[in-house]
């Protein structure tokens, strides 16, 4: 578990550390979240933008990751395409994947329907991880890996 004081913290360090490297990361609502955008192409050629975001889950006491994704007029993309054409989780995965984690709810702050890794499990995995890194850094390596964000190889913040 995490408190929000110490996610707050934490939020604000990954997002120092993601500018000094030029990594377009902003808090936003005076530090309740991070917020990334970026174009991406997919394989069929066509362009469209992500909105991932970082929030504080009260329930689990844990970071959860708030993701969209748009075509060029602004359109949410539905969530077959997401899975298979963005996320490219295959359909057949096994019933315990990612596929089953990913729900589709109002998000806490904007009001409209964005996707999130359902966080029953991240206390769970955190556990398992055992790490020295920060916990922020430590879960995004999980969880950010399944929706397609990366982290600066030089990225620590100790």
Not at 3 to 30: A, D, G, P, T
Not at 35 to 49: D, P, Y
Not at 69 to 92: A, H, M, Q, Y
Request: hydrophobic content about 35%; aromatic content about 12%.
């Amino acid at each position: 578990m995490l408190s929000e004081e110490k996610f707050r913290e934490e939020l604000q360090k990954f997002v120092e550390k993601m500018s000094e490297n030029k990594w377009n990361w902003q808090l936003k609502e005076n530090g309740k979240y991070a917020r990334e955008t970026h174009l991406e192409t997919l394989a069929s050629g066509k362009i469209v933008s992500a909105d991932i975001h970082i929030l504080y889950n009260f329930t689990y006491q844990v970071p959860t990751l708030w993701f969209n994704f748009f075509e060029n007029n602004g359109t949410p993309i539905p969530f077959d395409e997401v899975v298979r054409d963005i996320l490219k989780i295959p359909e057949s995965e096994e019933s315990d994947s990612i596929r089953q984690r990913i729900s589709h709810y109002e998000h806490p702050i904007l009001g409209v329907l964005y996707y999130n890794i359902h966080p029953c499990n991240t206390e769970k995995i955190m556990k398992e991880l055992k790490t020295d890194d920060s916990y922020l850094i430590s879960w995004l390596s999980v969880y950010g890996q399944q929706v397609g964000l990366r982290l600066p190889d030089s990225l620590k913040l100790h």
